[in-house]
Structures are given as C-alpha cells and as structure tokens.
C-alpha cells in the first residue's frame, strides 16, 4: 500500500504517489540549482516544471488515477536529455541565417506521451554515456550515502576506485602496522603510545575539511560522471528505489556480510571512542575556563588551591605568558567541539552545514593556536624547569628529593662533586638491595663522576681522645676509601672490593649462626640473601684517630688527588657511619 498526496502544478491538481513526489521535487530542485548560474535558468526551470504539468495532464486525460514513480521516471527521461535543455543552441542555416532553439521548442516537449505501463517508449533515445566526453575529472567528496564512520573512505573507493570494504580493511590494517612500526621505531623511546598517528589524524582532517557529496550534481562529480540533466535524474531515481527497498528492510537495501557487519560495529565503537574524546575535551575546556574565571575574581594574587602550586612562581612572573596560554587553551577545546557539534545539528538537519570557507577559517584559528601555545608552552617548559632546578640544588649538585633528604638527615656534604655537573640528573641514594629493603644508603653509580665522588660529615664539639670509625660500605674495585681527619691529620683505609656477592657481614652472619643455633632468626635474612651468596656489604673499621682539638671530619672517597691512589670501581655504596670514643 502506498500513500498518495495532491499536488497543485500551474493551477492543476495531481494525484501522485509519495515516492514519485519525493523523485519529481528533487529533480526540479537539481534541475533548478543545474542552471542557476545561467542566463536566464530561472526561465528554463520554469518550463520545464510546465512541460512535466502538460505531460501530467495528458496522463490524467487518458485515465491515469494517480501518477506514479515509473511515470515520472519515463518524464524525466524524456525532458532529461542533455541537449534538450541547453539554455541556447545557435545554428547556422545554409542560407547564413542563425536558428535559436530553446527548451520549450525541442522535439521531446511535442511527442505524445506513451504510457510505460502500455509498453510505450520514449521517442528520444537514451544518454547511455555517463563518462564526460571531454575527460572531466573526478572530484573528491565524502560519500554521505555509503558511510561508517565520516564517508572518508567510500569517497576515496570512488575517487581512486576499488570496493569500498577493501579501503575499509586496508586501512584498518595500515593503522594497525603504522602504529605498531612507529611506536617501536619512535614512541617506545619515550614511553608513549600513539594512539592518534598520523592515518587517524589525515581520517581525521579529510572528514572536517573534504565537503560531502549530498546533492546529485556532488555525487555525479564524485563519481566521474557528466553532470547533465538525464544523469540528475538517473541519480535521483537510483536513490528514490534504494530509499523505498530500505523502508521495507530495516537491515539495509542490500545483504551484508560479516566483514561490513565487523566494520559497522567497528564504526560505532570508533564514534563511541571520538564522543568519548570530545566530552573530555569539553570538561577539560570547562575546568580551563573555571580556572581562568577564578583568577580573575580571586582577591588575591594567588591561584586558586586546585591549580598546581607549581604555576604560581611562573603566574607571578609572566603573568601575560599565562594568559596567552590559557586563552588558547580554551581556543584549542573549543574549535574541534564546536565543530563536532555542528556537524551533528547539520547532519540532523538543524543547521545549514558549513562552508569550505568556514571549515578553512576553523583549521586555520585551530593551527595558528596550536603553534601560539606551543610557543608559549616551551617558554613556559623553560621557566619551570629553571624554579624546577633552583628548588632541587643541593650544595651546587641536582639532587632528587630523597636524595636530598637524605643527605641533610644525615649531615653529609657531597664533596667531591664535578665541575658542570649541575644540569645533570645523578642518583645519590638507593634504597632495598640491603639486608632490609626499607634502609637508605649512599650510593654512586656514574663511572664518570667516581673520580670526583667524595661525601663528608663534620663532628664538633667532641671531646679530645682516642677515636674509631666504622661504616657499612661495598664496591666492586679497588679506589675507594673510608678516611678520618682529626687536627688536620688524614688516615684512611681501602674499602673491600666483594662486589654484590660475599662479605664480611654475610660471612660474619653464617660464624654465628653456627656459633648460635637459637639465633637463627636473626641471621636467616642475611645468609639467604642473594640467592645465599651475600651482596657484598662490609663492615669497614678505621681506629686509632687521634683527636686533640674538638672537631672530626670523615667520609667516603674516591678521588685519587684526595686518596693518593687511582680509582678503578665502578660503583661505591656506603651507610651507618659510627664515631666511637675508645679512650
């Protein structure tokens, strides 16, 4: 059963089916917006609209109730022909005189019409090209009638030909082998995933920035084929039979298989990832737009508490270089969501979509601001890596925070440290490859820097006697010293070169596990370490410092200038540096 409407065509009523309405009024509105750039194309519409009444009348007038979609076909295909609907055609008779031909005086429009229905045909042959002669080429537009996702792909299967679901897979496993090449090759150097490479983003800037094909003339440009008059209406008759299959097959005008069912639920998972980008984007611009409004109105010079305190010194000190930031910031969120969402109301119908012009001018805001704030980003890298610096020196040394803590908990100086060093990262403390992995201990990894590495610790106020030290300490070769300076007097003693196995801690824990069963608890932890080889650790004694003043200075060194003797470990670990009065 299908729905009739009348329709009033130059004071004549018509019945005609809903799908042969739909079919006539796009093909007056193609036929209309075909010649609107012409001379006089309002004219040529109108006749034609008035020669499709007249072909009406005469379908009424041999007994045709309602007008259907095949009746408009053969009318279309009858007035559609390219040469019938020239604005002009200028033709020099023999006489010399010229001849003009317009549409209202063709052929077509005074042949009888002969009903399809009784097996008539059209007296004007058929356009069966539909290559332009003149080797016009294809245009590249998204194909809005056989999308996924944008159209970006179907339209690039017209353009450069080949299945649309091969483009689909091809690029799905391009994407798949870019990202793993890239992420192996670039991104696992620093630890980052790409997870928008470079196919995603070009998927990405082809579906803003290419127009999609949604009027006839559009798809028969997308396609290669001469935009005329008789293909419009090919066009739309094509589309008006594939809209009415649809409307009885709520699966789709055509079967599909697994792989476009694979690639349609591929589809949904991809704008459901893209929606799910775009709402962040959209909390992010509002927290950056809260954050920025909170400034403004805070009393004070400070930002707000939920702001890293970290940009507070930067704030204060290039208050414009923030601002900047922030506004393109917020400019950054805005023209991708803003387009998105009109996007959506375009394709809903809520709104007219935009113009190349318009995308263009979007694209260009959108890359200018990315170039701005990555201008002002590195300034502002470089300003906080400054106040980043200056709060994490420690005696002319960068030192991590730990390490830092540690060294002042301890009340040690770092002594021997390289000249230049200063912007470079170094490791001074460790911690859990002791007998306890909760003990922080000293440490010195940089075979670069053992040639300077020395820390030292100064007593005061001590009493005048007969002094000992001793300190737990490891390394892997000969250099390194533990020394005491008592009235100016240096005494050393080399630190024993076991490694990370052995030691006399560890063998000292096996003699008194036999010398004492009982205590068997307490020694367990220390033979069973490294697989029940030790790691090395030493209890390193220096006696006999003789101090007659009140002050000792004492540490660990490997500086040949300082020992007298040429360093040849790699690495030195030291901790629990005791300072006993023995008389």
Request: charged residues 20%.
């Amino acid at each position: 059963m299908k729905k009739n409407i009348t329709i009033n065509m130059f004071g004549q009523l018509y019945a005609i089916d809903e799908d042969a309405y739909e079919l006539l009024k796009n093909y007056l509105d193609a036929i209309r917006q075909h010649f609107v750039k012409e001379e006089g194309g309002d004219e040529i519409a109108d006749d034609i609209e008035g020669r499709i009444g007249e072909l009406f009348t005469e379908l009424k007038s041999s007994g045709v109730q309602a007008i259907t979609i095949e009746h408009v076909e053969n009318i279309i295909k009858r007035i559609g022909k390219p040469e019938d609907m020239e604005t002009s055609n200028d033709n020099q008779s023999e006489d010399g005189t010229t001849q003009t031909i317009t549409a209202s005086s063709t052929s077509s429009a005074t042949q009888p019409f002969n009903n399809p229905g009784n097996g008539g045909t059209s007296s004007i042959p058929a356009n069966n090209s539909n290559r332009n002669s003149s080797g016009n080429k294809k245009k590249y537009y998204r194909d809005g009638n056989d999308k996924i996702i944008a159209g970006v792909l179907s339209g690039a299967s017209n353009y450069f030909g080949g299945d649309p679901l091969a483009w689909r897979l091809g690029y799905v496993l391009f994407v798949v082998i870019w990202n793993s090449v890239s992420h192996w090759a670039i991104f696992d150097q620093f630890n980052f995933v790409p997870v928008f490479s470079i196919p995603i983003l070009l998927y990405i800037l082809l579906a803003f920035l290419a127009p999609c094909a949604k009027t006839p003339e559009e798809r028969l440009k997308m396609k290669g084929i001469d935009v005329t008059p008789q293909n419009i209406a090919d066009e739309l008759a094509k589309e008006v039979k594939v809209k009415e299959a649809t409307q009885f097959n709520p699966g789709g005008s055509k079967p599909r298989g697994c792989m476009n069912s694979f690639m349609t639920v591929l589809g949904v998972m991809v704008k459901i990832f893209i929606g799910a980008i775009f709402l962040f984007m959209f909390i992010t611009f509002l927290i950056v737009f809260v954050a920025l409004i909170s400034i403004i109105i805070s009393p004070t010079n400070e930002m707000p508490s939920f702001i890293d305190s970290g940009l507070i010194p930067i704030y204060n000190e290039h208050p414009f270089l923030f601002w900047i930031t922030g506004i393109c910031t917020l400019l950054i969120l805005f023209i991708p969501g803003y387009c998105a969402l009109h996007s959506l109301l375009s394709s809903s119908g809520k709104a007219a979509p935009m113009s190349m012009s318009q995308r263009w001018m979007w694209f260009g805001m959108w890359i200018a601001t990315i170039i701005v704030i990555t201008v002002c980003g590195v300034n502002i890298s470089k300003i906080a890596h400054k106040h980043f610096i200056e709060d994490h020196i420690h005696e002319g040394v960068l030192m991590y925070d730990m390490d830092k803590t540690y060294f002042k908990l301890t009340q040690f100086h770092l002594k021997g440290k390289k000249e230049g060093d200063k912007d470079v990262w170094h490791d001074h403390t460790e911690i859990g490859d002791y007998y306890d992995d909760r003990i922080r201990y000293f440490s010195s990894w940089d075979e670069d820097l053992l040639d300077y590495y020395q820390i030292e610790r100064e007593d005061t106020f001590l009493t005048p006697g007969t002094y000992r030290l001793t300190a737990i300490t490891r390394t892997d070769a000969d250099g390194a010293y533990l020394y005491a300076i008592a009235d100016g007097k240096k005494s050393q003693i080399a630190i024993p070169a076991n490694g990370e196995e052995g030691g006399n801690i560890w063998e000292e824990a096996k003699t008194e596990l036999n010398l004492h069963p009982s205590d068997s608890l307490k020694y367990a932890d220390i033979i069973a370490s490294n697989d029940s080889c030790g790691c090395g650790w030493n209890k390193v004694t220096l006696d006999n410092i003789v101090l007659t003043g009140k002050n000792i200075k004492y540490g660990i060194s490997t500086v040949p200038a300082f020992t007298n003797s040429p360093c040849y470990c790699t690495w030195v670990n030291s901790m629990d540096f005791r300072l006993e009065r023995v008389n």
